[in-house]
């Protein structure tokens, strides 16, 4: 892996709805839904018609789609309502109950106070031989004006460490200690203003969430001017007072799979305990402690068994560009070979991030092009994006690949990055790593090659900085392995109450036709 290295471095459900709109002050309840507004639609569904109560209200719906299917399509007079009024003519629903709580509009069918919330799971804890109860919050985060999920974006608890990211389709899932239950949920992803929301009327449910884009006026991008080299040179010097100088134990969820002629063939997914060292402590580097794991793989196909991933959780580790073998797109030292701009202004929990993109010198030796998202005020890198440049992608293959079938030719086409970090405390944490390997496949003889993707990706679900001991010797796992093949039973209930990356549609669905395969 020591090569590895080198090469990296130096080189639906029940739906409710919300419309995040923000809130305007009111008297009470009865007072709010007495306002008048005048809807200037009369079609669309019941989505695009709550959509502008939202917006003329300034008030947040949050609804069950089991009571209220926001994709009906409906047709309304043109006038002048109350909010009441135009709630139960755009729901059809008289018996709806309605409530304002803080700047929401909650839509059910008993009153609030009558709803009683249980824990979904129920574990038995180690501490003390007590029973934790757990609540679940499941959600789909999407565009506030496209409609499009928003994947990557972080989710978690204000007043906890815990949490975790969305998937390709916006879909999560966070599993919770009962203690949290009066706790605030956030929602955050850079570009939209982030969103915060009371988890006791949101526990044991599925929910459609939105987040508005943040629009930087172009005239204040061209007024902050803005030296890239300034800010990479800043972000260098600050890295000691932005990151853990201190080692943290971090629960993280890991998967990586396998999608040959765009079907996935396998998937291994794992819960770990890792042992995060801090920033340039001199520690030999992170150790991995295996908790959960399961690997589904199709065995009823021959065709498709072609290889496996190489080190996925070590280049997870090595990802972590902040470390003391940074990368040299981030070190100012090696400014020379590479050419920084200043591309853009945006935000990330309410803070203004300087976009830099960088790009290689002509006939320089660095292998990534990309964009570093770095705050405006505490330099800290809280993004990356960035690729290996073509030219370099085809010498990679055996990097990323082992047990190749010798009739094979397998040849890289493109291999993208995404690095996150998040702020607990004012000290930046790795948050999310995710890796996209793109192949073409081709048998001897043959004229034709098929598509292959191979990704990893890592969430962090939970930072415990209390705890600074390392693993012992029998309890670390090698990362540069290959996990076990080993079948497994899919169990919806498999991960307890761990926290986990939602499988998106169409790997879920390869997931079921699999199992249904192998039976």
Request: glycine residues 6%; aromatic residues 10%.
């Amino acid at each position: 892996m020591k090569r590895t290295t080198q090469y990296l471095f130096h080189y639906v459900i029940p739906l409710l709805l919300l419309f995040s709109i923000a809130a305007t002050a009111f008297g009470n309840d009865g007072d709010i839904l007495s306002r008048k507004i005048e809807l200037s639609k009369n079609k669309g569904t019941v989505y695009q018609l709550l959509k502008e109560v939202s917006d003329k209200s300034g008030y947040l719906f949050i609804y069950d789609s089991q009571i209220v299917n926001n994709d009906k399509a409906v047709k309304v007079p043109k006038k002048e309502y109350t909010l009441r009024e135009a709630i139960y003519a755009i729901t059809g629903n008289k018996s709806l109950n309605i409530r304002i709580v803080g700047n929401h509009i909650l839509l059910n069918l008993q009153p609030v106070e009558d709803v009683v919330i249980e824990p979904v799971v129920k574990l038995q804890a180690e501490k003390k031989d007590s029973i934790i109860q757990y609540i679940t919050l499941g959600g789909t985060l999407v565009d506030g004006i496209s409609g499009d999920p928003i994947p990557y974006a972080a989710v978690g608890i204000l007043t906890s460490t815990i949490g975790t990211i969305t998937n390709q389709n916006g879909d999560f899932r966070l599993i919770l200690p009962d203690s949290l239950r009066h706790s605030k949920i956030k929602l955050s992803h850079v570009g939209y203003q982030s969103q915060e929301v009371e988890l006791s009327f949101l526990a044991d449910q599925h929910i459609i969430f939105t987040l508005d884009p943040k629009v930087i006026p172009l005239q204040e991008v061209v007024i902050r001017i803005v030296n890239p080299a300034d800010v990479l040179r800043n972000m260098w010097l600050k890295r000691s007072e932005n990151y853990s100088s201190s080692p943290v134990h971090i629960t993280a969820f890991y998967r990586e799979g396998i999608e040959h002629k765009n079907t996935n063939v396998s998937l291994t997914e794992a819960v770990l305990d890792i042992y995060k060292i801090g920033f340039q402590s001199g520690e030999k580097g992170d150790q991995v402690k295996l908790l959960k794991m399961r690997r589904i793989i199709d065995r009823q196909s021959p065709d498709t068994l072609i290889t496996k991933m190489k080190s996925g959780i070590n280049s997870s580790l090595l990802l972590d560009l902040i470390k003391s073998d940074t990368p040299g797109f981030l070190n100012p030292i090696n400014n020379g070979h590479y050419i920084y701009r200043h591309t853009d202004i945006t935000v990330l929990d309410g803070r203004r991030v300087n976009v830099i993109f960088f790009e290689p010198t002509s006939g320089a030796e660095p292998l990534y092009k990309g964009e570093l998202y770095i705050d405006a005020e505490s330099y800290a890198l809280v993004q990356a994006n960035f690729e290996i440049l073509p030219d370099y992608v085809k010498k990679a293959t055996d990097m990323f690949i082992v047990r190749k079938s010798r009739d094979i030719n397998i040849t890289p086409q493109h291999i993208t990055y995404v690095v996150s970090y998040k702020s607990l405390d004012g000290i930046y944490y790795l948050s999310h790593v995710r890796g996209d390997l793109y192949f073409r496949v081709r048998k001897k003889k043959r004229i034709f090659s098929t598509p292959l993707h191979m990704w990893f990706e890592l969430v962090n679900c939970e930072t415990d900085t209390s705890d600074n001991s390392r693993f012992a010797r029998n309890e670390r796992l090698s990362t540069q392995n290959i996990f076990s093949d080993t079948s497994f039973e899919y169990d919806p209930n498999f991960w307890g109450h761990f926290n986990v990356i939602m499988q998106e549609d169409k790997l879920k669905e390869s997931v079921l036709q699999i199992l249904k395969k192998n039976k």
